[in-house]
């Protein structure tokens, strides 16, 4: 996978080694064994994962269309493509809405 700009990529300790051109892996701290996180590695725990958890709540949003759940049978890549927009859309529409009834 490759990026044009730099980016900050959130990903938890499963992915310690992942690798990706342009892009800075930010990793909670690991519990040291035997020990115990600073006040300070526990608060940046805490920033880092309210972002990642946004994050997977935007990805079940989108998998509301069950199509996306499952491994997709497609034969032709672009129609999964077009699959996940359509699942992006509706997620992103379902926001607006939610977000414009709050408001009134």
């Known amino acids: 996978m490759r ?5 900050d990529g959130y990903i938890d300790l499963a992915y310690l080694n992942l690798k990706i051109k342009n892009m800075t892996a ?3 701290h690991k519990k040291p064994k035997g020990k115990e996180l ?10 880092k994962s309210k972002i990642r958890v946004g994050v997977e709540h935007s990805i ?3 998998k509301r269309i069950f ?3 499952y491994k997709l049978r497609v034969k032709k890549y672009y129609q999964h ?9 509706l997620h992103n ?3 607006i809405k939610r977000k414009k009834l709050q408001i009134n």
């Open 3 to 7: 990026f044009t700009e730099k980016i």
């Open 26 to 28: 930010i990793i909670p």
């Open 38 to 47: 600073t006040d300070q590695q526990k608060s940046e725990n805490k920033d």
């Open 60 to 62: 079940s949003g989108i």
């Open 67 to 69: 199509t996306l759940k």
């Open 81 to 89: 493509d077009k699959l996940i927009l359509l699942g992006c859309g």
């Open 93 to 95: 529409l379902r926001v």
